[in-house]
């Protein structure tokens, strides 16, 4: 660092170089061990030297470097700010032509700085960055340069998720319809949404019927649809003044974007990082609009439905679903926002039923537990009842609950009573209550098979599996019974001794409270006491009707 600030220091001469060693070891870079005296100086020479020509580029790439840690960008002083964003071309409006390098070296380091100083936020505000940055976007399929397109949509994403009030006015400005269209020529051919535009990375997969995106596009969409997400983040008002102004064309084309999201193949990572970035945006939208998700099919259609809607969306997600899931570390905001969804898609009839379906097919001869039958969806969905992520858990089980229309008896075959007893005790269906729930639910369709009708009395109830004998008591003989169930006591014991365990029940809710041990001792009746009155009838019974003597 001090050889790169005594350089600037000094003649041009050594200046490119001493840039030039920099910024080729810039991956092993730290500012650890600078004193901020120090960078601060380094800040002000780098902006002394900020419009020669010379050595600007790679300049603006040192300072790139310089700040993406926040004790550095913090340091950046305004008038430094103000010249980036100059250079940057954010402070006047482009028509997608005459970027270079130096500019995009540029926007590359207001993007870092903008990411940490909320002071350069507000400076990004005050000189009207985001509208330069929107309207410069709507000359997006003019832009020729990759990297460029990729910085600009990150800008996107970025000056909306940091500033409220550069949210908003971009929002006043038709943010969403400008992204959305960057979606459809990124995704699609302009002028004909549905076609796959082939070249520039895009080309259409015929054995999947979708569109495949080349890595940098994949990029770009994921940026976008973050950007998506913070303008819609008030879908109810967003969507209220969309009908008002009749602007439903915009938001139709971004479902469609999404439906080709979904139906995306997942074997690219950078696939699943795309899907992780427009699931929210369906979390907000499916719950107004379902049945945009699952649309009435067209003639001649070849993909998957039932009773006639188009199930492309719910068997994408599915298929997505199973993925995250049989990961060894899946990750849990996918897996939360796809359940989600699939959760609000149960809210029209054709997507519980085809869930149902696809989820919960009609039952077989059992030979093992649920989430052991790997080829199912069903044994990913019943895993995650048991996830570690409470919300996940949560999520799943309410899944499940919903596809069996709320039958707690219907449920328990299909999963187990102990991977369904949370959500029971959130809902207050423990104990006595269950049996009069099932009574209440419409009747469905019959899903036994005879093959599970006839092993039904050999499956456990509570795994859902088939029942196993205990061969550990077996062979035992009853005093050894007693040993093994005198251990068991003094473990329960134990552990209740140190609060590892608490006594509880089911309460007048239905719900699993915790109970007062001595509470509920006193309130047992007194064994004793009653074989003392057994006795006692039995010596008045024979006093007032004495037995007759056999002759």
């Given at each position: 660092m001090d050889e790169v600030v005594t350089a600037l220091q000094g003649p041009s001469e050594g200046k490119k170089s001493a840039l030039k060693k920099f910024n080729d070891n810039f991956p092993t870079y730290s500012t650890d061990g600078i004193n901020s005296t120090t960078l601060k100086s380094c800040l002000g020479v780098l902006f002394d030297n900020i419009d020669n020509d010379s050595i600007q580029c790679d300049l603006l790439l040192f300072c790139k470097t310089?700040?993406?840690?926040?004790?550095?960008?913090?340091?950046?002083?305004?008038?430094?700010?103000?010249?980036?964003?100059?250079?940057?071309?954010?402070?006047?409006?482009?028509?997608?032509?005459?970027?270079?390098?130096?500019?995009?070296?540029?926007?590359?380091?207001?993007?870092?700085?903008?990411?940490?100083?909320?002071?350069?936020?507000?400076?990004?505000?005050?000189?009207?960055?985001?509208?330069?940055?929107?309207?410069?976007?709507?000359?997006?399929?003019?832009?020729?340069?990759?990297?460029?397109?990729?910085?600009?949509?990150?800008?996107?994403?970025?000056?909306?998720?940091?500033?409220?009030?550069?949210?908003?006015?971009?929002?006043?400005?038709?943010?969403?319809?400008?992204?959305?269209?960057?979606?459809?020529?990124?995704?699609?051919?302009?002028?004909?949404?549905?076609?796959?535009?082939?070249?520039?990375?895009?080309?259409?997969?015929?054995?999947?019927?979708?569109?495949?995106?080349?890595?940098?596009?994949?990029?770009?969409?994921?940026?976008?649809?973050?950007?998506?997400?913070?303008?819609?983040?008030?879908?109810d008002k967003m969507s209220g003044k969309m009908e008002a102004s009749n602007d439903v064309t915009t938001f139709l084309h971004l479902i469609r974007c999404i439906h080709a999201g979904v139906n995306f193949s997942e074997k690219n990572e950078k696939y699943q990082t795309m899907i992780a970035k427009f699931l929210p945006i369906m979390i907000n939208t499916t719950a107004q609009f379902p049945e945009l998700f699952l649309p009435l099919v067209e003639t001649n259609f070849s993909g998957p439905q039932y009773l006639g809607r188009d199930m492309s969306v719910a068997k994408g997600l599915l298929r997505h679903l199973q993925h995250e899931a049989s990961k060894k570390s899946g990750n849990t905001m996918i897996l939360m926002s796809i359940v989600s969804v699939l959760n609000k898609l149960t809210m029209l009839r054709a997507g519980?039923?085809?869930?149902?379906?696809?989820?919960?097919?009609?039952?077989?001869?059992?030979?093992?537990?649920?989430?052991?039958?790997?080829?199912?969806?069903?044994?990913?969905?019943?895993?995650?009842?048991?996830?570690?992520?409470?919300?996940?858990?949560?999520?799943?089980?309410?899944?499940?609950?919903?596809?069996?229309?709320?039958?707690?008896?219907?449920?328990?075959?299909?999963?187990?009573?102990?991977?369904?007893?949370?959500?029971?005790?959130?809902?207050?269906?423990m104990g006595t209550r269950m049996s009069g729930v099932a009574e209440e639910m419409s009747p469905d369709e019959d899903s036994d098979t005879e093959e599970y009708k006839a092993s039904e009395p050999d499956v456990d109830l509570v795994t859902a599996g088939p029942a196993r004998e205990n061969t550990a008591l077996?062979?035992?003989?009853?005093?050894?019974?007693?040993?093994?169930?005198?251990?068991?006591?003094?473990?329960?014991?134990?552990?209740?001794?140190?609060?590892?365990?608490?006594?509880?029940?089911?309460?007048?809710?239905?719900?699993?409270?915790?109970?007062?041990?001595?509470?509920?001792?006193?309130?047992?009746?007194?064994?004793?006491?009653?074989?003392?009155?057994?006795?006692?009838?039995?010596?008045?019974?024979?006093?007032?009707?004495p037995r007759r003597k056999e002759s």
């Open positions: 310089l700040v993406r840690e926040k004790r550095v960008a913090d340091l950046v002083s305004p008038q430094l700010f103000v010249r980036l964003l100059e250079i940057a071309q954010l402070t006047n409006i482009h028509e997608g032509a005459g970027f270079n390098a130096t500019s995009l070296q540029a926007r590359r380091a207001v993007f870092n700085i903008s990411y940490h100083n909320s002071n350069c936020q507000a400076a990004c505000y005050e000189a009207k960055a985001d509208l330069n940055l929107f309207k410069e976007l709507q000359h997006f399929q003019n832009t020729q340069e990759l990297d460029w397109r990729v910085i600009s949509c990150k800008m996107a994403f970025l000056l909306t998720a940091v500033s409220v009030p550069m949210r908003n006015r971009v929002i006043e400005n038709d943010a969403l319809s400008i992204l959305t269209r960057v979606l459809v020529e990124t995704m699609y051919s302009p002028c004909q949404p549905h076609v796959a535009k082939i070249g520039c990375g895009r080309k259409r997969n015929v054995k999947q019927n979708s569109v495949t995106l080349a890595d940098d596009d994949l990029t770009i969409c994921s940026d976008v649809f973050m950007a998506v997400f913070n303008v819609t983040l008030h879908w519980r039923k085809y869930l149902r379906s696809e989820i919960l097919p009609p039952l077989k001869k059992v030979t093992k537990r649920p989430e052991e039958e790997t080829h199912l969806v069903k044994s990913k969905v019943v895993k995650l009842m048991t996830h570690v992520d409470n919300s996940v858990a949560v999520l799943a089980s309410e899944l499940i609950f919903t596809i069996c229309k709320h039958n707690v008896n219907r449920m328990i075959k299909y999963t187990g009573y102990g991977n369904s007893a949370g959500l029971f005790n959130r809902h207050g269906l077996k062979n035992m003989s009853a005093e050894e019974k007693e040993v093994e169930a005198n251990k068991l006591i003094n473990l329960i014991d134990g552990m209740h001794r140190k609060g590892v365990i608490k006594p509880g029940g089911i309460g007048e809710d239905g719900k699993i409270k915790e109970m007062d041990l001595a509470e509920q001792m006193a309130k047992m009746p007194d064994i004793e006491s009653e074989e003392e009155e057994e006795e006692d009838l039995k010596l008045d019974s024979n006093a007032f009707f």
